[in-house]
């Protein structure tokens, strides 16, 4: 089954930039799609398309992808991003499928 | 303001089926992806399957065999069936709302805009 891979933690002090990857086989063909959750709370969409912010978001959210790599940078990073990030991108079938999350401690 | 809201038994047996409804207030019910997403107690997020206005399905290869996912839109509203459920199926339960637009012919989607705030389910006899 198809599978995206992201690093289980990232830190950085407040004021820096965090970058989340994302690994997949099909991103090359696929849009990645990027989710905020904080404990307790339902997922936010961050980043849609690859690069797309949907509107409400902090213009510190960013993303990116080059090859089999989608990126989620944030900069500037504020104690109120510390949560855990996931990407999402669709397999050759059309079936959605997420990363395994990437937990975000603001040091 | 469009929001969802997911209800059912926050208990079920082994190898019963586990049934949750997905109400959307406040928009549109057609012209989106509607999808149920689930949460294991401290694990990450598992796609489960989405249905459209019209009733087309997609689901989760993995869990294709025991779900169906449905629609009434007269109710504004849309349902998940999991069947045969074992303790691995104990979980936090979304829905959430997906669009997507036609470029060229093609669908792109634009992600999963709207969420439910979840509901728990434990699988326990």
């Known amino acids: 089954s198809y599978e995206l891979t992201q690093p289980p933690s990232v830190s950085v002090s407040p004021g820096q930039t965090a970058r989340i990857t994302c690994s997949g086989d099909?991103?090359?063909?696929?849009?990645a799609y990027w989710y905020q959750q904080k404990p307790g709370q339902a997922p936010v969409l961050v980043i849609y398309?690859?690069?797309e912010r949907p509107s409400g978001i902090p213009e510190r959210f960013s993303g990116s992808s080059s090859g089999t790599t989608g990126t989620l940078t944030i900069s500037g990073v504020q104690a109120e991003d510390e949560a855990d990030y996931y990407c999402q991108s669709a397999d050759s079938s059309g079936a959605w499928v997420f990363g395994g999350g990437a937990k975000l401690t603001v040091l | 303001q469009v929001q969802l809201q997911e209800s059912g038994p926050g208990l079920v047996k082994p190898s019963e089926t586990l049934s949750l409804t997905c109400a959307v207030y406040?928009?549109?019910?057609?012209?989106?992806?509607w999808s149920w997403i689930r949460q294991p107690p401290g694990k990450g997020l598992e796609w489960i399957g989405e249905i459209n206005h019209s009733g087309s399905t997609n689901y989760n290869p993995s869990l294709e065999s025991r779900v169906t996912i449905s629609v009434d839109t007269s109710k504004n509203q849309f349902s998940l069936k999991l069947r045969s459920v074992t303790a691995a199926d104990t979980a936090v339960y979304y829905c959430?709302?997906?669009?997507?637009?036609?470029?060229?012919?093609?669908?792109?989607?634009?992600?999963?805009?709207?969420w439910g705030q979840g509901t728990t389910v434990t699988v326990s006899s």
């Open positions: 406040g928009g549109s019910f057609s012209g989106y992806y």
């Open positions: 398309k690859d690069t």
């Open positions: 099909a991103l090359p063909k696929q849009f």
């Open positions: 959430a709302r997906g669009s997507a637009t036609l470029v060229r012919g093609l669908i792109v989607h634009n992600g999963m805009d709207v």
